[in-house]
């Protein structure tokens, strides 16, 4: 017997979707029973949503000031990020390939990278607060330093496993550099630039939150120091979850770009 194509597809498409609604469906369970323990504060799924039903049903509104829904808060952050993450790329991509074609560079900048890249996003605040005196620039810098070293790294080690096959045609066409650069280089490091992007991507994220929690006004770092200054514990979940929606959301974008833009064996 055969089986139909469109059965097998069909069938496909709803294990891949039964398979999330089940793990989801486990974590609101687990959830739920943390919420029974008796002197716990933390709500159950059903009174997060209860208690942050106006701001669940109207992210858009925008009353003024640190009146803000999820939307506004939301697009701040992102503000951020992308000044930060795009100034992280353009530089990192540049230092990356920089390092992987002058040895003596890369032995200079090597212990300035590995220095710096385990510290944490919190410990550069006070020191961007020092030198830009102002939140905004503050937060963009602490994106910036944070998710740098992905990209250089993966931009070095791209260039540096280029096959020497690769070199010889160079060779053989007779390719300037500038030619060898944009033709053979870029398309053969486009798949560990994108891998660094896309770790970066997250990590700016992270940043932006951590930097929001000390340095802004507004952005859904804010709101979270703000709901737990109140002690509203519903309001600080629900922006958890937002917070993995859009973690989500660009991750699967990036990867949806790689996808589009490397070169597919």
């Known amino acids: 017997m055969f089986i139909n ?6 069938s496909k498409q709803v294990k891949s979707i039964i398979a999330p609604v089940f793990g989801i469906t486990i974590l609101l369970v687990f959830w739920h029973l943390l919420s029974l323990v008796p002197d716990t504060s933390l709500p159950s799924p059903l009174k997060v949503i209860t208690d942050n039903w106006g701001l669940i049903r109207d992210p858009f509104f925008n009353k003024g000031g640190n009146n803000k829904g999820f939307f506004w808060l939301i697009l701040a952050s992102l503000e951020r990020v992308a000044f930060g993450y795009s ?3 353009i530089v990192g991509i540049s230092i990356g390939f920089v390092i992987s074609l002058n040895q003596f560079i890369r032995e200079a900048i090597d212990p300035i990278i590995q220095l710096f890249r385990p510290i944490a996003p919190l410990a550069w605040l006070p020191l961007a607060q020092a030198i830009f005196l102002k939140p905004d620039p503050s937060a963009i810098f602490v994106i910036f330093i944070t998710a740098i070293w992905p990209i250089i790294l993966n931009t070095a ?11 010889n045609v160079s060779k053989i066409l007779g390719l300037t550099t500038f030619e060898n650069f944009f033709k053979i280089l870029v398309p053969a490091t486009l798949p560990y630039i994108f891998t660094g992007l896309r770790i970066a991507l997250g990590l700016s994220w992270l940043a932006v939150v951590a930097a929001e929690m000390l340095l802004s006004y507004d952005g859904i770092g804010f709101f979270i120091v703000d709901a737990y200054n109140s002690s509203n514990i519903s309001e600080i979940i629900l922006a958890i979850i937002y917070l993995g929606g859009v ?3 660009l991750d699967k974008m990036m990867a949806y770009l790689s996808f589009k833009i490397t070169p597919q064996e």
């Open 5 to 10: 194509a469109k059965n097998l597809i069909s």
């Open 157 to 167: 080690l791209g260039v540096q496993l280029i096959p020497k096959d690769y070199t």
């Open 87 to 89: 100034l992280a790329a």
């Open 247 to 249: 973690g989500l959301i």
